[in-house]
């Protein structure tokens, strides 16, 4: 068994073996491919189409390849053959229609490699005249049609439409050439009827010409619906109306009746109503009974259907009012909670030669309104805290009315508004005013008042406005002479309290002093001297004082003081400390103001003073001293020299 499986391995091994080894050597190329369509491009209807697909492929060996062709219009694919000869690929398009026109291309397939060719567009022109054909060319009224319109070997997306004259009947779209509709014509008399069709090419379309046109009698039913409605005028709402239909035989005859057989058959039925609503229904006679009201919403109808065949007949009946739909007004026209209101319910017009005036009463609703009725609809009361919603109800003879809904919104009074500043105040400079109440009904007018004399009103209308003030006070006290008046409603305003708030004063009048502890105010100091240099202001604390030497950009000292003035102490002064100093200062207003500069000349010490007054005492009086030795000492040689002379004179 073995060896068996081995022979048959080799010999199928052998037999594909050569034809492996010739396909793998075997090349080819696909050199173009075109399409080209005969006999042209642009043709009439019924002309024989042939859509030629050439290609030219360069193959090694004499074996013939297998090819796939497919054939695309508008890009979809319509036709796909796979061939082995080198002839053209044929398409046919026997008797063209307009249908047939598009943008057409080949391709082709050869082992995974392909080629398509350009695209050619293929126009036809002319449509076929459509056939109308009528099941029946005499109908009664209300009978079906059957029509059938024919657009003769038009093949694609087809939609056929039907006309009475030149008003469209129906339109219906198939995918063939042929189409059959049913619909009823409802006026007696001779009608036109003809039908065309439109064809859908690519996005565009072609419509054709009429086609034939067909003649339909239409005969008036032997038989007439009836509608009776009693009593046949000035009927009044709440009047009982009777309303009776049926089936007559439309003739003069007395002896032919509605329920001749000949005439009714078992399909017959009768319809009556109203609107949308279906008020009875029978066989060949309806009897109705109703209460009459106004403003009826629709006619009344009876129908008749009998198979496939209907007739019908309206009529309208005017009910009068026998009372107008009241109307419910409130006084004052804007209440406040807890407030008094008066509510008006009235009808404005009435059928006086049907109805007295104390036949209409008047109601609210709800009944458990707290409203107390002052005569005839008219309500009086206190007003809710809450929204509330009131109808009127006027009733006379079994016919109720009610009015809109009145829904009653009552106004909450404001409360006692708040003054505030907003951000910091600061004399001489605009700052604003806040003047808000938590609670109360909008709009509201806000008034900014100056010892009780109005200086602007700002009304808020809305829940996101603010009532904002922009004034300026020379002074601290002014402050306290502004409050604000909030009012929304008749009686006087509700008063703030007067604004209580910070003022910042600007600082003023900077000054330095500089001075030591035996001299607090002169600046002429000596040497071991404790210097003091006071920086002192006028304004609001607290302040930020700042001492410069002239000469130097950063400052010798800075401290924060919460009253007018602060100083900086320089204690064990020496020559070096001798400058020109000043100072400056800032609060809350944020103007840096600077004093005038001072000089500080820082003399010499006492005791320096003292021993160069010594040295030079003793100085002096050496000199002195000396001067006068000397002075001595010339003396006495001069007097030795005279006597030296006299004596040799005597001699």
Same mark, same amino acid.
């Given at each position: 068994?073995?060896?068996?499986?081995?022979?048959?391995?080799?010999?199928?091994?052998?037999?594909?073996?050569?034809?492996?080894?010739?396909?793998?050597?075997?090349?080819?190329?696909?050199?173009?491919?075109?399409?080209?369509?005969?006999?042209?491009?642009?043709?009439?209807?019924?002309?024989?189409?042939?859509?030629?697909?050439?290609?030219?492929?360069?193959?090694?060996?004499?074996?013939?390849?297998?090819?796939?062709?497919?054939?695309?219009?508008?890009?979809?694919?319509?036709?796909?053959?796979?061939?082995?000869?080198?002839?053209?690929?044929?398409?046919?398009?026997?008797?063209?229609?307009?249908?047939?026109?598009?943008?057409?291309?080949?391709?082709?397939?050869?082992?995974?490699?392909?080629?398509?060719?350009?695209?050619?567009?293929?126009?036809?022109?002319?449509?076929?005249?459509?056939?109308?054909?009528?099941?029946?060319?005499?109908?009664?009224?209300?009978?079906?049609?059957?029509?059938?319109?024919?657009?003769?070997?038009?093949?694609?997306?087809?939609?056929?439409?039907?006309?009475?004259?030149?008003?469209?009947?129906?339109?219906?779209?198939?995918?063939?050439?042929?189409?059959?509709?049913?619909?009823?014509?409802?006026?007696?008399?001779?009608?036109?009827?003809?039908?065309?069709?439109?064809?859908?090419?690519?996005?565009?379309?072609?419509?054709?010409?009429?086609?034939?046109?067909?003649?339909?009698?239409?005969?008036?039913?032997?038989?007439?619906?009836?509608?009776?409605?009693?009593?046949?005028?000035?009927?009044?709402?709440?009047?009982?109306?009777?309303?009776?239909?049926?089936?007559?035989?439309?003739?003069?005859?007395?002896?032919?009746?509605?329920?001749?057989?000949?005439?009714?058959?078992?399909?017959?039925?009768?319809?009556?109503?109203?609107?949308?609503?279906?008020?009875?229904?029978?066989?060949?006679?309806?009897?109705?009974?109703?209460?009459?009201?106004?403003?009826?919403?629709?006619?009344?109808?009876?129908?008749?259907?009998?198979?496939?065949?209907?007739?019908?007949?309206?009529?309208?009946?005017?009910?009068?009012?026998?009372?107008?739909?009241?109307?419910?007004?409130?006084?004052?026209?804007?209440?406040?909670?807890?407030?008094?209101?008066?509510?008006?319910?009235?009808?404005?017009?009435?059928?006086?030669?049907?109805?007295?005036?104390?036949?209409?009463?008047?109601?609210?609703?709800?009944?458990?309104?707290?409203?107390?009725?002052?005569?005839?609809?008219?309500?009086?009361?206190?007003?809710?805290?809450?929204?509330?919603?009131?109808?009127?109800?006027?009733?006379?003879?079994?016919?109720?009315?009610?009015?809109?809904?009145?829904?009653?919104?009552?106004?909450?009074?404001?409360?006692?508004?708040?003054?505030?500043?907003?951000?910091?105040?600061?004399?001489?400079?605009?700052?604003?005013?806040?003047?808000?109440?938590?609670?109360?009904?909008?709009?509201?007018?806000?008034?900014?008042?100056?010892?009780?004399?109005?200086?602007?009103?700002?009304?808020?209308?809305?829940?996101?406005?603010?009532?904002?003030?922009?004034?300026?006070?020379?002074?601290?006290?002014?402050?306290?002479?502004?409050?604000?008046?909030?009012?929304?409603?008749?009686?006087?305003?509700?008063?703030?309290?007067?604004?209580?708030?910070?003022?910042?004063?600007?600082?003023?009048?900077?000054?330095?002093?500089?001075?030591?502890?035996?001299?607090?105010?002169?600046?002429?100091?000596?040497?071991?001297?404790?210097?003091?240099?006071?920086?002192?202001?006028?304004?609001?604390?607290?302040?930020?004082?700042?001492?410069?030497?002239?000469?130097?950009?950063?400052?010798?000292?800075?401290?924060?003081?919460?009253?007018?003035?602060?100083?900086?102490?320089?204690?064990?002064?020496?020559?070096?400390?001798?400058?020109?100093?000043?100072?400056?200062?800032?609060?809350?207003?944020?103007? $840096?103001?600077?004093?005038?500069? *001072? +000089?500080?000349? &820082?003399? =010499? !010490? /006492?005791?320096?003073? #003292?021993?160069? %007054?010594? $040295?030079?005492?003793?100085?002096? *009086? +050496?000199?002195? &001293?000396? =001067? !006068? /030795?000397?002075?001595? #000492?010339?003396? %006495?040689?001069?007097?030795?020299?005279?006597?030296?002379?006299?004596?040799?004179?005597?001699?």
């Amino acid at each position: 068994m073995a060896v068996f499986l081995l022979l048959f391995s080799v010999l199928l091994f052998s037999c594909f073996l050569p034809r492996t080894v010739v396909y793998a050597q075997r090349s080819f190329t696909i050199r173009d491919i075109t399409l080209s369509i005969e006999p042209g491009p642009d043709v009439r209807r019924d002309i024989n189409v042939t859509l030629r697909c050439r290609a030219i492929v360069s193959v090694s060996g004499q074996e013939a390849l297998s090819r796939e062709y497919t054939i695309y219009k508008d890009s979809r694919p319509i036709y796909t053959k796979a061939s082995s000869t080198l002839e053209d690929l044929l398409y046919p398009l026997p008797h063209s229609r307009v249908s047939n026109s598009g943008r057409y291309k080949c391709a082709i397939n050869i082992q995974g490699q392909q080629m398509s060719s350009r695209v050619q567009k293929l126009t036809v022109t002319g449509l076929s005249k459509p056939l109308l054909h009528l099941n029946k060319s005499l109908v009664m009224n209300g009978e079906e049609l059957t029509a059938t319109c024919t657009a003769p070997n038009e093949t694609g997306s087809i939609l056929f439409y039907f006309y009475e004259g030149t008003k469209e009947i129906v339109e219906e779209q198939v995918n063939s050439d042929q189409v059959e509709v049913k619909f009823r014509l409802d006026s007696e008399g001779i009608h036109w009827i003809h039908c065309s069709y439109k064809v859908f090419v690519g996005g565009d379309s072609l419509k054709s010409n009429e086609s034939n046109s067909v003649i339909v009698s239409v005969k008036e039913l032997p038989f007439a619906v009836v509608l009776e409605i009693a009593p046949q005028s000035r009927i009044y709402e709440g009047d009982l109306v009777f309303i009776s239909c049926t089936v007559s035989n439309g003739s003069e005859d007395p002896h032919l009746s509605s329920e001749d057989p000949h005439l009714i058959s078992e399909e017959t039925h009768l319809y009556l109503s109203q609107g949308n609503k279906l008020l009875s229904s029978g066989h060949t006679k309806v009897n109705y009974s109703m209460m009459a009201l106004a403003n009826s919403p629709e006619d009344f109808e009876c129908k008749l259907e009998m198979g496939k065949i209907k007739k019908t007949t309206t009529k309208t009946v005017l009910v009068l009012e026998l009372f107008s739909t009241p109307t419910l007004t409130m006084s004052p026209a804007e209440v406040f909670q807890k407030e008094y209101l008066t509510l008006t319910c009235k009808s404005k017009s009435y059928a006086s030669e049907r109805l007295r005036p104390e036949e209409l009463t008047y109601t609210l609703d709800p009944l458990q309104s707290l409203l107390i009725p002052k005569e005839d609809g008219v309500f009086f009361g206190r007003v809710l805290q809450y929204d509330f919603n009131y109808t009127c109800v006027a009733t006379a003879r079994g016919i109720v009315k009610r009015s809109p809904t009145l829904t009653i919104r009552p106004k909450v009074f404001v409360s006692t508004p708040k003054i505030s500043a907003v951000g910091l105040v600061v004399i001489g400079r605009p700052f604003q005013i806040l003047c808000q109440s938590d609670t109360g009904s909008l709009p509201i007018n806000y008034t900014l008042m100056e010892d009780y004399e109005p200086l602007r009103t700002v009304s808020v209308e809305r829940s996101s406005d603010q009532a904002v003030f922009t004034v300026t006070i020379s002074g601290s006290e002014q402050i306290k002479r502004y409050m604000c008046e909030a009012k929304n409603s008749r009686k006087e305003g509700e008063l703030s309290k007067r604004l209580s708030v910070a003022v910042v004063e600007p600082l003023t009048e900077p000054t330095l002093i500089a001075g030591s502890a035996k001299f607090p105010n002169l600046p002429d100091v000596s040497e071991g001297d404790h210097l003091y240099l006071v920086c002192s202001v006028k304004g609001t604390p607290p302040v930020t004082f700042k001492w410069y030497r002239v000469g130097s950009e950063l400052p010798l000292y800075i401290t924060m003081s919460h009253d007018t003035n602060a100083d900086y102490q320089i204690p064990a002064l020496s020559k070096d400390h001798s400058g020109t100093y000043y100072c400056e200062a800032v609060n809350h207003a944020n103007n $840096v103001v600077r004093s005038d500069p *001072v +000089v500080i000349e &820082v003399r =010499l !010490a /006492l005791w320096k003073k #003292s021993v160069i %007054g010594g $040295v030079c005492l003793v100085a002096l *009086v +050496v000199s002195v &001293v000396l =001067l !006068a /030795l000397r002075f001595r #000492s010339k003396r %006495g040689k001069r007097q030795a020299a005279a006597e030296l002379s006299v004596r040799s004179a005597t001699l």
